[in-house]
C-alpha cells in the first residue's frame, strides 16, 4: 500500500462510505472498516487465486469487500468477471454476515471462466455460485433472479466499456429496490466516451437514484442507487 498504514486504509474506506451515504446511496448506518476480517478474507484470495493480470487495486479490493459485507445482498451478480479475482472481494465481504446468499458471475471468455471457477474453490461454500461462459445481455434477458448488487466490469477489444450502458438495460427489470450498482474504470481516460452514454442513460432513467464516482485509484468505480 506504498506509505499508507492500514489505520490510512481504513480511514479512506470509511471515509468512501460516508461520502456514499451523504449522497443518498447509502440508507443505513455503515460499520467501519475491521481489518482483521478483510485480511481473513484475503488469506482465503491472494495466496491461492490465479490471476493473469488485474487492475484492482488494494485499496479497490477493501472497497469492494466492505460494501458487501456492509450491505448484505442476497443476489450477486457480476457481468465480465473475468478470472474471478474482483467478483471475490465482493463474496468474501457477504461472507462476513448471516444467512446464505447466491451470486452469478458470466463472462464470454471460456478460458478465464474456468480459472475464475478453480479460484473461487478457495472461499468455501456460498450457497449457489454459479459462474456462467456468457454474453451477459443474453444471459440477463433471460433471469428471472432479482439483483441486489450489480458489478459491471466487461471490457472485450472491439468494444471496450460500450456495452456497460446494454447491460444495465437488460438488468434494470431484474433490480431490487435498494440494489447498487457498481460500475468499475470510469476514470479511465480511454472509456470517457463510453462512460458518458452509461452516465447520460442512469440519469434520464427515474427508477435510478444518486450516482457517486468514487476516486479510490486511476480506474476508479461508479456507485447507483435503484430508487
Known amino acids: 500500500m506504498n506509505a499508507l498504514t492500514q489505520r490510512d486504509v481504513g480511514a479512506i474506506v470509511d471515509a468512501s462510505f460516508a461520502i456514499l451515504t451523504s449522497c443518498g446511496i447509502l440508507k443505513r448506518p455503515v460499520p467501519s472498516f475491521e481489518p482483521s476480517l478483510y485480511e481473513a478474507a484475503q488469506g482465503r484470495i491472494e495466496p491461492h487465486f490465479e490471476v493473469p493480470q488485474t487492475t484492482i487495486s488494494p485499496l479497490m479490493r477493501r472497497f469492494l469487500f ?86 459491471i466490469d466487461v471490457d472485450a477489444v472491439d468494444t471496450r466499456k460500450s456495452l456497460y450502458t446494454d447491460i444495465l438495460e437488460c438488468a434494470k427489470p431484474h433490480l431490487s429496490s435498494g440494489a447498487l450498482i457498481l460500475a468499475h474504470d470510469p476514470l479511465v481516460a480511454a472509456f470517457r466516451n463510453d462512460f458518458e452514454r452509461f452516465f447520460t442513460y442512469i440519469e434520464n432513467q427515474d427508477c435510478f437514484g444518486p450516482n457517486c464516482i468514487l476516486p479510490l485509484d486511476e480506474c476508479g468505480i461508479s456507485v447507483t442507487v435503484v430508487r
Open 66 to 151: 466492505h460494501l458487501a459485507r456492509a450491505t448484505q445482498p442476497q443476489f450477486i451478480y457480476g457481468a465480465g468477471t473475468y478470472v474471478g479475482f474482483a467478483f471475490a472481494w465482493l463474496i468474501g465481504g457477504r461472507q462476513v454476515g448471516d444467512g446464505d446468499f447466491n451470486a452469478r458471475g458470466v463472462d464470454c471468455d471460456s478460458a478465464a471462466t474456468i480459472i475464475a471457477r478453480r479460484n473461487m474453490t478457495s472461499l468455501g461454500t456460498i450457497g449457489t455460485l454459479d459462474l456462467r461462459v456468457a454474453d451477459a445481455m443474453i444471459d440477463l434477458e433471460s433471469s428471472s433472479d432479482p439483483i441486489d448488487l450489480l458489478f
